[in-house]
Every structure is written in C-alpha cells, then in structure tokens.
C-alpha cells in the first residue's frame, strides 16, 4: 500500500502528466494502426477459419486440438503481440531519445512513476492484444458452431495463456531494452525461464514433463495443452512481469549512470 | 539619468556607472534626495551583475554622494559645496595635466603658456 | 540560503573523473558555469539534478539536500536542458497540460504569455519547431512554475544572436526577483560575460575557479611583455602564456607583480583559455 502511495506525488500528479504525455504521444495513431492490425488479422483468420473448418469438422476433441493449433493459416495471429510490444518498446526508446526521460527525472517525476507508468503501458497492450484474441476465438465458435464447454474453455485458455506467455516475455525484454539497462539482463532473463518452468514441472512431479524441456515442441504440448500446464503458464507470465517490474524499480531508483 | 555602459573600454563597469552617478549628481541632473533606482532594478536594466552595481553604490556612499534610507533604497544626499568644489578643481586639474604633458611634448614654454591662458581669458570675458 | 551548495563533490565515469567539485551559489544571483566540451559541464548538473548519484560529496539545492525529498524540491527548480525532451509528437497545447499536472504552482497564464511573447505556434507539433524556438518552448516551460532556482544547460547553443539577447533579457527579469537564482552553463562565454555575478571555470572535471565575476577582472590581467620581462615575474604570479612570436603574453595574478605595469584589457574568455592551458603555449 505505500508502494501505491508513493507513486502519488504530495504535490502535483505525476503520474496523470505520465500518461497524458504517452496518449497525446502517440494514443490516437496506436488506436487506428491496432485498429487496422486487427482489421488485417481478422481478413486472414477468416479465410483461414474458412479454410479450416471443412478440415476439423467430425473429429475428435484432441485431434481438433492439435490440429488448431498447429495450422499454419492460424500464425498471423501471432503477429499481435510481437506487434504490440514491439510498438511498446518503440515508443520508451522515442521517449529516450527525445530526451523526455531525462526531462521527467529532472521534474517532480520520480522514477518509480516513470517505471510503473510503462509497465503498466506495457500490460494496457499486452491487454488489448488478448481481449483481440478473445475476440478471434468466439468468432471462430460462432462460425464452427461448436459448444462444447471443454474444448471451448481449452481452446480459449490455450490463445490467451500463448499471448500471455509471449507478450509477457517480450514486453519484458522490449523495457528492460529500452531503460537501457545492461544487455546483459535480457540473457539472463532467458535462462531464468526454462528454471522457471523445470521448477514446475518438478512441482507437478511427472519425470516426463522434465524431459520436455529438452525439446521445445513437447513443451509448447505441456504447457498449452494440459489445464495445469495452462494455468501454470499464465501464472508465471504474470510473475513474469510483476518481477521484472519490481526489479526494474528498484535499478531505476538506484541508477548510477 | 542617464547611464552608458562601455563593456569594451577596459574601465571596470562599476567605475563607470560610479563616475557617471556622481557627475549627475555634482552637475545638478540629479537633485537633493531624488531617489535612485534600487540596486537590483539598476542592474537587471542595465543587463549587469547586482555585485557590481551594489559597488558602484557603496563607493558613492562612502563618498558621501549617496545615502539608503534601510527599506527604502537610496537617495542622492544633500550637496556638500566642498565636493562640488573639490569635484571642479579636479577637472581642471585633469585639463592642466594634459596641457602640461602636450606643452612638454612639443617644447612649449611656460611663458608662452600663460599667454595663450591670457588669450583665452580676454577672448571669452 | 544558498541557492547551490556543492561540497566536495566526485564521479567516476570510464576515462573521465569529476573531481572534488566544492561551489556555492548565494541566493539571487547568476551563476555561468563555463567549460569546453566535455569539462563536465552536463555531468554536474545531471548530478545537481540527481539524474545520476555521486562518488561521494553532497549536494544541496535551495537548502535541501538532493537525496532527501527531492521531488519536492524540485517543485521549485526550474531546468532547461539543450535537447528540451519534449517528444516531437506534441504540441504546445499538450505541453500545457502535461505540465498542469507535474508542477503544483503551474501558471497557465504565465506560460501563454510567455508563448505569444516568443511567438509559439500553439497547435503545430513540436517537431516542426526551429532549434531556437524549441529552446524558447523549453525557456517558457521552466519560467511558468514560479521557481526559485534555474538551472540551463547550454541553453544558447545553435542559437542566433536575436534569440540568445532575448535569453539575456528572460534571465535578468527572472532575477528582478531577490529570492530566485541561475545557473547557466555554456561554452559561448560572451553570453554571460554580462549578466553573470559569479563565475566557475571548469576544465577536465577540475573547478579551477568559483569567484564573483569582478573580483576575477581586478585578480588578473594580461602583460604584453618581452622574454626578458618574462622571465623578470615572479613565478607563482603566472597563470598562463601565449607565445605570439612577435611577443609574449602573459595572464598574471595583479596582486603578485610589483611595480607599474602596464595591463591590457581581460576577458572571460580569454582567462579561461589560459587558466585551461595553464603553462604551456
């Protein structure tokens, strides 16, 4: 709670000016390219759900599954969260470069404002891009026309905990980057998430899902297939980012060019 | 009142502004206990450091030419005759210094000296 | 108070040291902290402003030292760096708002005056802003909080001599006011020869001078003397000298010389350049 308050300035909104700064920067031009990403993403998941369809229709529950999954016509959805963060990172290296950083620390702006008001920038498009995905899957349900509740809850768990899991890991990096801290954290963060996820496989105790570390494709089966695996991904995303942001804060605060 | 700054002149600007206050005051442009600006307000309108002109003003002070009244600034003090006096005679003395330094150059007499100092007097009477 | 009051303050950086930097800025005046590039002009003032933290030494503005509370402080600081950071996206309109909301005393009259005065287009965005009229925006920004203390890096860089007059004349109303202070640093020494009460050299992160303005005009002068006459000074007098081959001439410590000397005219930039270089030619 007094990390929160802290964030208020005693005199003056910090963190209010934050944000304007961010919305006027670039809010209006994000909503109308986001907008026509979206459009775009939409033109090729249509045809390619229409594509689709005929393939799926019949079979399986599993096989439905794996088949989804692994369809090539799905990977334009993909694209939107290394878009977003992408976008994200751009603009904190523009607000670096343009010197808006250093003009905030030398206003009554503290740099646990600065920190948290772009992590939470981060997550507001980490956000939009799984409410877009969300968007993407009941319409894909509406065309199907398939209702039952596990392949429903399976297959829309699995896209959110996939952008989940990848817009956390690369907004991450994308602020670390663009804080300008070390290089050297971005590696660092990497082998950090395969301990992570070795950890729970431990955890849940089965011998087979340490083996799946070792090969990526049984992992991505592990992790988005299995409810646990699903749920232990969205978790660790959101530790994910709720640690690098506390780590960030406390680099920020202790910065010595 | 009238004040000119010359950055380029190699007098210290405090001189200057010292000199030109002082004159103003001994010819009569500034009259008894006529206010002066304030130091800040003088300096800042001058486009000059606030040291130099708060100098400019002690040394008018400690000559007796200007008096601060604590609160509310400074004021020209009343004519003291000596001064003024004195104030003449040093002009003139500056003119006699010069006339002497150009008589010793070109070889001029002091007898012909006083005569173009009794020229001058008949012609201007 | 002291406005500034910098005490024994160090930084490392790879291949360059800020050294032992002691200065103080008495309240009301006008400080030129003048250097060449690279003398550590823009690291002590990022230090000042504790965008970066010291070796060791401390720091204190308007009485408060830096590492405490510092955002409140900073209410009443004024700071003009020579990139204004304001993103090129932005318009004045926007700068407006934002800053509403950093600075409690934001005075929106203020700043629009100051915007007409300088003829800032008010809807154009930021990028399309000249070098002068960004430094303007950036001017008028840091004038419209009612701060007590302001604080310029290299503010007249790339700025025609129209614009840099107009600063001249900003600074000097700023500071009608006895409880508000400057510190401005630059390399173009001509622009604070004028207006600045105090002065600090600083050359290879050393401050090799902190005085008030006029007493370094009646400290030093400048001897246009022979080899002879040269090697007739006594030698802790020389600062410096400049070999014409037609002459030499020699920066020296008045008090130190003895008997009538015949001294030509000294100016900041001139002292600096020979303090800087010290014995060699």
Redesign the interface.
């Known amino acids: 709670m007094t990390e929160i308050k802290a964030l208020k300035n005693e005199h003056g909104n910090g963190m209010k000016a934050l944000w304007k700064h961010d919305w006027y920067k670039s809010g209006v031009k994000l909503v109308l390219l986001t907008g026509a990403l979206c459009l775009l993403v939409l033109c090729f998941y249509g045809l390619s759900i229409y594509a689709h369809v005929g393939l799926t229709k019949g079979r399986s529950y599993s096989v439905r599954l794996s088949m989804d999954f692994y369809d090539a016509r799905m990977l334009p959805i993909w694209l939107l969260p290394l878009i977003t963060t992408w976008i994200a990172g751009k603009m904190i290296t523009d607000d670096e470069r343009c010197g808006w950083r250093k003009l905030c620390m030398a206003m009554p702006v503290t740099s646990r404002q600065y920190v948290t008001q772009k992590y939470l920038f981060g997550l507001a498009f980490m956000g939009a891009s799984m409410v877009f995905v969300l968007l993407c899957q009941i319409v894909y349900v509406v065309w199907v026309g398939v209702f039952d509740w596990r392949y429903l809850t399976m297959f829309f768990l699995r896209y959110m905990m996939v952008f989940l899991t990848v817009s956390a890991v690369f907004t991450v990096l994308a602020l670390w980057k663009s804080f300008g801290f070390a290089l050297l954290w971005e590696f660092l963060l990497l082998m950090v998430l395969p301990a992570v996820w070795l950890t729970v496989a431990g955890v849940f105790s089965a011998p087979r899902l340490t083996y799946a570390f070792f090969r990526i494709g049984d992992m991505i089966e592990w992790l988005y297939y299995k409810p646990v695996g699903i749920v232990c991904g969205g978790i660790g995303s959101v530790v994910l980012y709720v640690l690098s942001y506390l780590l960030c804060l406390k680099i920020a605060e202790s910065k010595s060019d | 009142m009238h004040l000119f700054i010359d ?2 002149s ?1 007098v ?3 001189d200057q502004i010292y000199r030109q206050i002082r004159t103003a005051i001994l010819d009569g442009t500034l009259p008894e206990n006529a206010p002066l600006p304030s130091i ?2 003088l ?3 001058l ?6 002109s708060k ?1 400019a003003y002690e040394k008018l002070e400690e000559e007796g030419f200007i008096y601060t009244a604590p609160a509310r600034g400074s004021f020209v003090a009343p004519k003291n005759t000596e001064l003024v006096k004195e104030e003449n005679l040093r002009k003139m003395e500056e003119h006699i210094a010069e006339v002497v330094r150009l008589a010793k150059m070109y070889g001029v007499s002091r007898a012909e000296i006083d005569e173009m100092i009794d020229l001058e007097l008949e012609e201007t009477t | 108070m002291n406005a500034i009051k910098i005490n024994h303050l160090s930084k490392q950086y790879d291949g360059f040291r800020l050294d032992n930097v002691s200065l103080t800025l008495p309240n ?3 400080m030129g902290l003048i250097g060449e590039n690279g003398a550590g002009k823009s690291t002590l003032i990022r230090l000042l402003m504790g965008l970066t933290k010291p070796d060791s030494g401390t720091i204190q503005l308007l009485g408060q030292d830096n590492r405490e509370n510092f955002h409140i402080t900073k209410q009443d600081i004024g700071i003009v760096f020579d990139e204004t950071g304001i993103s090129p996206e932005l318009n004045v309109r926007q700068v407006n708002s934002i800053m509403k909301d950093v600075y409690e005393k934001w005075d929106e009259k203020q700043f629009w005056e100051y915007v007409r005065k300088f003829d800032l287009p008010e809807k154009k965005r930021f990028k399309t802003f000249s070098r002068g009229m960004k430094m303007k925006l950036g001017i008028a920004m840091a004038l419209s909080h009612h701060a007590k203390l302001l604080i310029m890096d290299e503010p007249t860089n790339g700025l025609d001599p129209l614009v840099r007059d107009e600063v ?2 900003l600074l ?2 700023f ?2 006011d ?1 409880s508000c202070s400057v510190l401005i640093s630059s390399h173009i020494v001509s622009d604070l ?5 105090y002065i600090a050299f600083l050359h290879k992160g050393q401050l090799l001078i902190s005085e ?3 007493r370094l ?2 400290e030093y002068g400048i001897l246009q003397c022979t080899a002879e006459e040269y090697a007739a000074l006594p030698p802790e007098s020389i600062i410096g000298k400049n070999d014409t081959h037609y002459g030499l001439e020699v920066m020296v410590k008045r008090s130190a010389v003895s008997g009538e000397h015949n001294f ?2 000294i100016d900041l930039e001139k002292m600096f350049v020979f303090m800087a270089r010290g014995e060699k030619t």
Do not use: H, W
């Open positions: 950055n380029r190699g210290p600007i405090y800040r307000s300096a800042k309108d486009q000059i450091s606030v040291i130099t100098r | 009301g005046m006008i001249i004349r000097c109303d500071t009608r006895e020869e004028k207006i600045c009460d008030e303005k006029d005009y009646e030509s005219s």
